[in-house]
C-alpha cells in the first residue's frame, strides 16, 4: 500500500509539475524571456526568409493553410516570423527547435530550453490607405488612433496621433508638406503635423506622429472610438502587455477583437518607398490590410497601441501607445499629454 501510495503522489506531482508550466508567464518571468528573444533575433534574425523574431504564443498547424493554425494554450515561445516555410533548407540555416535561455550578463542557461514556432506570415508591410475616419497626407493614407484636447497646454487646442508614415516622414520631421485631411471633416486642411519620428541608419524605435487639429475642424469630440459608447481614459501600461492579453482593434472597414500574441518583436517592415527595421512591435493573429496603419488597439477603456503594419496571412502589428507617446514628447517642439493623470487610491 505504501508503495501504491508513494507511485501516486510522484503521478501527482508530475502532473502538477506539467500544469505550472500551462500558463502564461509571470510578469517577473518576462524579463529573463526577453533577453532570449533578443538573442535569437542577433543569432537568427538574418538568416534567409526570416522576417521577425518575436516572444509569444505557439500555433499549432494541421494544414498547409495558415487560417487552420490554432493556439498551443500556456506555450510561450520564440517566434520566427517567415515569409514561407521552405523544405529544404542547409543545415546550417535551419532554425532551432529551441533556444537555451541566457544569464543577465549573456551567458546562456542550458537549464531552460524556450521552444521556437516557425511562422509563415508572407510579408511585412506598412498599412496604407483608409475608410471611416480617414487621414489623408501627400504621402499617404492612415486612420486617426486619437484625437485629444492638450492637458499639458492652456486652452482649448486639439491635436491628434497617427502613425509617422501616414502623417509624416520617416526622412524627416515635420514633412516638407504637413497638410492633412479627413473625410471627417470639410475642413481643409484638417490638421498640420507637428512632430514625428524618423529612421535614424535604417531603423526606427517608434512610427508615430503629432498633428494639430485646424480652427475649421472644430469642435470635435476628444478620445471617442467609432463604434463604441465610451471615452478612453488612460494608457494602458506598457509593462502589463503581455502574451494572451484580451484587446479590440479598430481597423479600416470594421473592428476586431483577438489577443496579443507576439511581443517586442522587430521586423523589417517595406513602406513602399524604402524598407526600415522597426523596433517593439506587438502582434495579434488576426487579419489587417493596407489601409489600417493608425488603428487603434485598445483594451476597455484603455487605449494599448496604434497599428503600424500588417501581414497578408492574417498578422497584425501594432506599437505601445504609452511608450510611443513618451518617446514623440521628447523629441516634440511642443509638450503634450493625452489624458489627464489618473487619481491615486488611498
Known sequence: ????????????????????RDRHPRAQEIPALLLVRRFAHRRYGAYPNVLAVGLGTKFQRRSRNPASAGRVEGVTCIQFFVSRKLSRMQPHRRLPGFVYGRLPNGGVDRRRKVPTDVIPVGSIHAAGCAAGSQLDSNVDHGLITLIFRNKAGPGDVFYLLSCAHVAGDPGRSPPAYPELNSDCSGATPFAVTVVNTTAAAGEMAYDVALARLEDAALPVKELQVRDEPFSLDAFFPVQSIQQGLAVSAVLRNYSTRGSVDSLDATAEVDYGAGTFLVHNLYGMNVAAQKGDSGGLVYAESRAVGLVVAASPQGWLWFQPLESAVSYLNAISPVAFRVFNPQPINE
Not at 501504491?4 to 506531482?13: E, L, N
Request: zero cysteines.
Open 1 to 20: 500500500m505504501g508503495s501504491r501510495h508513494q507511485h501516486a503522489a510522484s503521478r501527482k506531482r508530475r502532473a502538477n509539475a506539467v500544469a505550472s
